[in-house]
């Protein structure tokens, strides 16, 4: 059994996992494994180095390993700061009666900074299950740049992170102040600046290599690599969050010369085996500012009455071959990032927009799904093809929304196509109710659109739009990427799968408590609980006895039980927060390769394959399939799938925490000229130091602190999770709703505060005597 012969990771993992303890050592490995060529060491070496990397095996000593989900002594994870100085670790694999994330003091913590992956040795584990560890070794730094605010002192010159929970200020070196001449420009929205002398620089945003990270409470050292203007210029804020997720957003120059070379239309020759679908009106349905056209669809009946769908998926790895400068960057980026005004392509140009986009009245190459489908919305037929189409339309989805409504302009304008329109309406509706028979979730939560007047300046915050449009892809695209993944795993096909895990059952029974309060349950019966008495003594030497419940394993959960719910509260007055309370107690989706199916969609199996341009994993399901289809194409090897999985599943995590805190940095300049005023609002939050409040309309989220609330002293009741008041016993839960004045804005740490609003009493009229 040599690894050099194709033994997997997963085979090497396997092996370690069948060993006393799960563990062993390199040499050990050497002579089971029988890797006795330098060859055959050389790939062992790299697939314990990868397992390593992915959190599978932890290298707790020198070439010594462990497996990390049978270990209870050590443990890897991504360290989470606070400002106040210590961290927590969240864990790469749970482990088992562990309660949360694994506290680290702050001596510990000052170890490693803010988002640093690191190796923990487990100090202790306390009968409530909460952890607590020290920081054995720092597998991956997080944070090689830093973004802050230049602080010219009497003594030395720092850079102040702009994340807070970098608690490391970043010492400046005399001649390190200003970025070297030669330094690319590499920015999105601001102008390149400079400053004639290092005092110029004090309270401006600069960006800061760290070339010595600190150890124990010391500083880092760094030099500055970029100037990026004050905190309040236009722009800055994009340039902010860009620089402080490491998001790559320059294509290096051997990308854009690989781009250049590309033709900018198709070869007569490259339709060539193909399957022409010219002839038919097939048409893309996207947004009004989308600039990049993944997927185009084309609905008919057949003579029994079955339904026929094609979903034409722009063809990227024809294009895109593996270890080309292109693909390298694009499996860096992982995906495209969208920001509220601009995006980041994780293709260049060339291709998002130009050679691979299906744009209109254009010959396009596809990698075709054909599905036939009966009255219930079942496949009774499929297949998979190469194909060229020319799209007849760009669509948008409230076009095609008002054409259905039967808008007449719209149906002189297309109403040749307004049956085929009807038809695909038709079918999206039995799909969608096909999903729902099998327990399919749908939360229905507002999502915020930050609109912009022509000056680039924000003008308002409003509702996202959603209609039958935006339903009609959605059932196309998810019928497509089941359909993919089904077949690619009924083949036995190594591939890359989109899979959502069962809910932990500590936080259903989390979900459970809060539900209760408001008269609803999931209905998943009695929680599996292990019940533990702990003693606390206090300082007096008198000693409090109390139990901790936790859940157990053997939670029976379905996603019906959630549909049902949801059902449940369709229009009523909680049917916000409970649909966003649920969906806190939901894992994330995420990519593996390994099927365990997708939880929330009910699905045996699924994938993403609809969206080659934006999402590098559905680039490489494009190779996968096409490797069945064309003798030509090679599949991906199996041992590179586990690590681009988890790629990019971290890929597609940054972008979102990037997304989502521009919005909210927006939102919080949106509001900076509306203090003062008042608003409605829901409280989505209960805490000890206060409750969080979302306003409504605005989807802007805010604290209203405990000290501020008037009329008596309150506490926080962290059993009913209650704010209540100690003489008068009003109480604040979650889901009350509330009028709140705004008081405070601080738009660096994009943060809101709220002050409570009470009504006017009436005043009492005086009686005549």
């Not at 999105?188 to 600069?206: F, H, K, N, R």
């Not at 993944?485 to 809060?514: C, G, K, N, T």
Request: hydrophobic share 40%; charged share 30%.
């Amino acid at each position: 059994m040599s690894a050099a012969a194709g033994l997997s990771d997963s085979e090497i993992l396997d092996h370690i996992a069948r060993l006393p303890h799960a563990r062993a050592g390199y040499k050990q490995l050497v002579r089971e494994v029988g890797a006795r060529s330098f060859a055959a060491r050389t790939e062992l070496e790299r697939a314990l180095g990868r397992l390593a990397a992915a959190g599978d095996l932890i290298e707790y000593g020198a070439g010594q390993y462990v497996v990390t989900s049978r270990s209870r002594e050590f443990a890897t994870g991504r360290l989470q700061m606070h400002r106040d100085g210590y961290g927590f670790v969240v864990l790469d694999h749970p482990i088992e009666s562990l309660r949360g994330d694994v506290f680290i003091p702050p001596p510990a913590a000052a170890k490693a900074m803010h988002g640093d992956r690191v190796l923990v040795r487990l100090a202790r584990i306390d009968a409530d299950g909460r952890a607590e560890a020290d920081i054995l070794r720092i597998l991956r730094r997080a944070h090689p740049t830093v973004v802050g605010e230049f602080r010219v002192q009497a003594k030395a010159n720092f850079v102040v992170p702009h994340d807070e929970r970098i608690q490391q200020w970043i010492l400046i070196p005399d001649g390190m102040e200003r970025p070297p001449r030669t330094a690319p420009t590499d920015r999105m929205g601001a102008q390149p600046l400079d400053a004639a002398q290092v005092a110029d620089l004090d309270g401006m945003i600069v960006n800061v290599e760290v070339i010595e990270f600190p150890e124990e409470r010391g500083n880092a050292i760094g030099r500055v690599i970029e100037i990026l203007g004050y905190p309040d210029d236009f722009g800055v804020d994009v340039e902010i969050v860009i620089r402080k997720h490491h998001l790559p957003h320059r294509f290096p120059p051997e990308v854009l010369e690989q781009a250049q070379t590309l033709p900018s239309s198709i070869r007569a020759d490259e339709t060539t085996g193909r399957t022409d679908f010219r002839g038919m009106d097939v048409v893309t349905i996207d947004g009004e500012t989308a600039r990049d056209f993944d997927d185009a669809v084309w609905v008919d009946k057949s003579a029994n009455g079955h339904f026929l769908l094609h979903v034409h998926i722009a063809d990227v790895s024809h294009y895109l071959k593996p270890g080309t400068p292109i693909d390298v960057e694009a499996r860096l980026r992982g995906t495209s990032v969208y920001f509220p005004d601009r995006a980041i392509p994780m293709l260049p140009l060339e291709l998002s927009t130009g050679l691979c986009s299906l744009n209109p009245h254009v010959d396009r190459l596809t990698l075709s799904v054909l599905l036939e489908l009966d009255h219930r919305g079942d496949v009774v037929g499929q297949e998979f093809v190469p194909g060229v189409i020319r799209s007849v339309e760009r669509m948008t989805y409230t076009n095609v929304h008002l054409l259905l409504e039967g808008d007449p302009g719209l149906k002189e304008r297309y109403g040749h196509m307004a049956g085929r329109f009807e038809l695909m309406k038709e079918l999206a509706l039995i799909l969608n109710r096909k999903r729902v028979r099998r327990g399919s979730i749908d939360f229905d939560l507002p999502e915020p659109v930050i609109e912009f007047d022509p000056q680039g300046q924000m003008s308002a915050i409003t509702r996202a739009p959603r209609n039958i449009a935006h339903r009609i892809i959605e059932e196309f695209m998810l019928a497509a990427n089941e359909a993919v993944a089904a077949h690619l795993e009924q083949a036995e096909i190594p591939s890359i799968y989109r899979i959502h895990e069962p809910p932990d059952a500590r936080r259903v029974m989390d979900f459970e408590e809060i539900a209760a309060h408001f008269g609803y349950s999931l209905g998943v019966g009695a929680i599996p609980v292990k019940r533990f008495a702990m003693t606390d003594r206090h300082r007096d030497g008198s000693k409090v006895r109390r139990e901790i419940v936790l859940a157990g394993p053997g939670l029976d959960i379905s996603p019906r039980h959630y549909q049902k719910l949801v059902s449940r509260i369709e229009g009523k007055p909680e049917e916000r927060i409970l649909n966003y309370l649920m969906l806190r107690s939901l894992k994330q989706a995420r990519y593996s390769d390994r099927n365990v199916g997708h939880f929330a969609l009910a699905a045996d199996t699924y994938t993403h394959f609809t969206s080659p341009i934006r999402r590098y994993p559905d680039l490489i399901v494009h190779r996968v399939l096409s490797s069945t289809l064309r003798p030509a194409a090679a599949a991906p090897p199996e041992r590179d799938l586990h690590a681009i999985a988890e790629e990019c599943s971290q890929s597609e995590r940054r972008a979102a925490d990037a997304e989502r805190e521009l919005v909210e940095w927006k939102k919080v300049q949106f509001m900076a000229d509306r203090m003062g005023e008042d608003f409605k609002a829901l409280i989505t939050s209960t805490t000890r130091f206060g409750f969080f409040v979302e306003l409504e309309d605005l989807f802007v989220e805010g604290l209203v602190p405990l000290e501020t609330l008037p009329g008596d002293r309150y506490t926080y009741n962290e059993n009913t999770r209650k704010v209540v008041g100690q003489r008068t016993r009003r109480e604040f839960s979650i889901g009350d709703e509330v009028q709140v004045r705004l008081d405070r804005v601080e738009a660096i740490e994009r943060k809101l505060q709220f002050s409570l609003v009470e009504p006017e009493p009436e005043r009492r009229r005086k009686r005549r005597m």
